[in-house]
C-alpha cells in the first residue's frame, strides 16, 4: 500500500495559527491540501484588521486605514496598514530562527539566535512613525503605477527590540562600512527561492541611531506575524520599506545596497524636479531618505455635521521623518486664512505628535477643514499635491476633511 503523505507538524501548527483555533483532525490531513478556511481567506479574520480598513491587493496583501481609523494616539494592530511585496512566511519557528550580520564590511561574520539577542543586548521601547513611501499615490495625476494609497499607508506604534547598532558593533564594523541592507524570509510572488521580494537598508548613520531597532515586540506583545514576527527592522521617520519585516540577514555594506527594490526607480524620485508624466532615466533617479512632513485629521471622519453655534473639536496627528514638528495651523477657508493650533511633543524622537483645536464656523453650511503641519526647519505641507514623480512617491498634501454646519 502507497504511504500516505501527511502534512508536516510545523506546517498543520501555523495552519491553525492562521485560521485561529486547533484543527482538531489535522494529522489526516493530505500533504498538498489547503483546508477550506485557507483557500478563501477573509484577511479581516486572519490578521485580525478592522472590517473598516481597505484591501487594495491580495496577491501580494496590502491593506489600508481610512484617516479616522488612526485616531489613537498609539496605533494597534487593528488599525496598522499592511504591505507586502512578497508571500508572508510560512513554518515560522522562533526556536530557530537565527540572524546573521554578514558584508563586505563586517569584522566578523555572526549569527545570533533570537534567545542570545534578547539576553545578550539592552532592549529599548520607542514609538515609531513607519509611512510607505507610496501613501497618497492615488492622487498623482497622470496616475503611478502601484498601490492606490489614500491616506493611511502610516502607523506609529510602540515597538520594542535591541539596537541594531549594538548588534553591528558586536560583529565589528569596518571603516569602509557605508549602508546596511536587510534580508528577509519572505517568499518571492514567482515562488523561485533565488528571487528576494524585497531587500532594501539605509545608510550606516541611520543604522546607528538610538531608535534604529531590530524589534520583537509591538505595542507590547509579540509582532503579529503579518507585521514582521519574529524579528524586524525598524527604522522610523524614513519610507517604511527601509523597516525591513522578517529579517534574518543583515549586510554591513561598502557600497550603497544593491538589493532588489534598491535600484532602478524602486523608493526614488527625480534628483530634480520634473514635468507631471516626464520620463526620468534611472541615473537621475534618487533613493528616498527622510520622509517628508505631514499631518492627519482623526477626528471627526470626513462629513461629520454640527450643530450651528457649537465648537467642532478636531484632532490628529503629525510627523516629519526625521524632524519634529514645530506648527500646526487648519483652514476652513480652502487656504486663504490659517489659524495656529497646539501641537505636543513627540513621545520619543521618530514619533508622530498629536494636534487638537476647537472650531467655530461663522453660519450654516459647506466647509472643509485643512490642516498643515511644519517641520523644524520651516517646510511645511503643500495644500495640493507636490511634485510629480513618475512612481507617486511622498504625497504630502494637506489632509481635508468635509464638514456641514446645520
Ligand atoms: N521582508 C519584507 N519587509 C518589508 C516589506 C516586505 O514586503 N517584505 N515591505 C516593506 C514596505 S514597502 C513597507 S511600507 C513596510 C510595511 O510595514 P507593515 O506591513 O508592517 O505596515 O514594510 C516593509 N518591510
Ligand atoms: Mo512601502
Known amino acids: 500500500m502507497k504511504r500516505r503523505n501527511f502534512v508536516k507538524k510545523a506546517v498543520l501548527s501555523s495552519m491553525a495559527t492562521i485560521i485561529g483555533t ?3 483532525f489535522g494529522a489526516w490531513i493530505s500533504e498538498g491540501y489547503k483546508p477550506l478556511a485557507l483557500q478563501d481567506p477573509d484577511p479581516y479574520k486572519m490578521f485580525n484588521k478592522d472590517k473598516g480598513m481597505e484591501v487594495l491587493n491580495d496577491k501580494p496583501w496590502n491593506i489600508e486605514a481610512k484617516a479616522h481609523l488612526l485616531d489613537e494616539r ?3 494592530n487593528k488599525y496598522m496598514f499592511i504591505r507586502n511585496n512578497g508571500l508572508i512566511p510560512e513554518n515560522i519557528n522562533i526556536n530557530n530562527w537565527t540572524l546573521t550580520i554578514d558584508g563586505e564590511s563586517v569584522k566578523e561574520k555572526k549569527t545570533y539566535s533570537l534567545a542570545e539577542l534578547k539576553s545578550k543586548f539592552p532592549q529599548y521601547t520607542y514609538q515609531l512613525t513607519l509611512e510607505c513611501g507610496g501613501n497618497g499615490r492615488s492622487e498623482f495625476d497622470p496616475p ?6 489614500t491616506v493611511g499607508a502610516v502607523s506609529c506604534a510602540e515597538w520594542t527590540g535591541v539596537r541594531l547598532r549594538d548588534v553591528l558593533e558586536d560583529a565589528g564594523i569596518k571603516d569602509s562600512a557605508m549602508y546596511i541592507g536587510y534580508h528577509a524570509a519572505d517568499v518571492h510572488l514567482s515562488r523561485d ?14 543604522a546607528l541611531q538610538d531608535e534604529t531597532l531590530l524589534a520583537f515586540k509591538m505595542n507590547g506583545e509579540d509582532i503579529p506575524i503579518v ?31 544593491d538589493g532588489t527594490k534598491m535600484t532602478g526607480t524602486a523608493y526614488r524620485v527625480p534628483c530634480e524636479p520634473v514635468a507631471p508624466g516626464d520620463k526620468v532615466k534611472d541615473e537621475d533617479m534618487c533613493i528616498i531618505k527622510s520622509m517628508p512632513v505631514k499631518s492627519l485629521i482623526t477626528y471627526p471622519k470626513s462629513g461629520a455635521t454640527i450643530k450651528k453655534g457649537k465648537k467642532l473639536n478636531i484632532r490628529g496627528h503629525a510627523w516629519a521623518g ?3 514638528v514645530s506648527k500646526m495651523e487648519y483652514s476652513i477657508d480652502f487656504g486663504s486664512t490659517w489659524v495656529k493650533c497646539p501641537i505636543e511633543k513627540p513621545a520619543n524622537r521618530l514619533a508622530w505628535q498629536h494636534f487638537s483645536a476647537a472650531i467655530d464656523f461663522p453660519k450654516k453650511g459647506y466647509y472643509e477643514v485643512w490642516a498643515r503641519a511644519t517641520d523644524s526647519r520651516g517646510a511645511s505641507q503643500p495644500m495640493l499635491i507636490p511634485g510629480w514623480n513618475p512612481k507617486g512617491y511622498l504625497n504630502n498634501a494637506c489632509h ?4 456641514k454646519v446645520v
Request: glycine share 10%; charged share 25%.
Open 193 to 206: 527561492p533565488k528571487k528576494e521580494p524585497i531587500s532594501r537598508g539605509a545608510p550606516m548613520a541611520k
Open 227 to 257: 507585521h514582521g514576527y519574529p524579528l524586524r527592522l525598524v527604522a522610523g521617520g524614513w519610507p517604511a520599506s527601509v523597516s525591513g519585516k522578517w529579517v534574518n540577514r543583515i549586510s554591513i555594506r561598502n557600497k550603497v545596497h
Open 74 to 76: 498609539i496605533t494597534s
Open 22 to 24: 486547533d484543527i482538531v
Open 322 to 324: 526625521e524632524l519634529k
Open 144 to 149: 503611478a503605477k502601484g498601490n492606490q494609497w
Open 400 to 403: 481635508r476633511i468635509a464638514i
